[in-house]
């Protein structure tokens, strides 16, 4: 399990994730909008040193782990399994999630009972993909009001 865990997650501070492959985010594209701001934001999610600057800025602000689902739901759409998908709710979406990110009762809920169908059925649910899209939206929301 742990080796899985590296395969998706990005290290747990940027001193570490300094000397890794830079996370691809290939569906970044649908989070441009009109606002300026969405775009200054995405230029720096897809630019290596601009994205551990800014990690460094939102560890400081003690909400590192934004970035850290952000980019690490992007490496999931490259690799939809189930395996993976408990891992983003492990490390992110639990009650005692290492790095839980904020997100609705509502929001975990309905993760938990996709998670929960896409164990049954061995294959990730599109439910289960279409709610964390949109938290992934929302925390990307939350990052911009750090920007």
């Known amino acids: 399990k742990q080796q899985s865990m590296k395969s998706l997650l990005l290290a747990p501070t940027?001193?570490?994730?300094?000397?890794s492959e830079p996370a691809p985010i290939p569906n970044?594209?649908?989070?441009i909008g009109p606002n300026p701001h969405k775009s200054r934001l995405i230029d720096v999610l897809k630019d290596e040193k601009a994205s551990e600057m800014f990690g460094y800025f939102l560890e400081?602000?003690?909400?590192?782990?934004?970035i850290y689902f952000f980019q690490d739901v992007e490496k999931f759409h490259n690799n939809?399994?189930?395996?993976?998908?408990k891992l983003?709710?492990?490390?992110y979406i639990q009650d005692d999630a290492k790095f839980m990110i904020n997100l609705s009762a509502d929001q975990k809920n309905k993760l938990q009972i996709e998670l929960d169908l896409s164990i049954k059925n061995l294959q990730?649910?599109?439910a289960f993909l279409e709610t964390i899209n949109?938290?992934?939206r929302d925390i990307y929301a939350l990052m911009e009001l750090n920007f």
Not at 28 to 31: A, G, L, R, V, W
Request: proline share 0%; with cysteine.
């Open 14 to 19: 940027y001193n570490l994730r300094r000397h």
């Open 28 to 31: 970044i594209e649908e989070f």
């Open 60 to 66: 400081e602000r003690l909400c590192v782990e934004s």
């Open 80 to 85: 939809t399994t189930v395996e993976q998908a």
């Open 88 to 91: 983003l709710w492990e490390f």
């Open 124 to 126: 990730v649910s599109d």
């Open 134 to 136: 949109i938290a992934q």
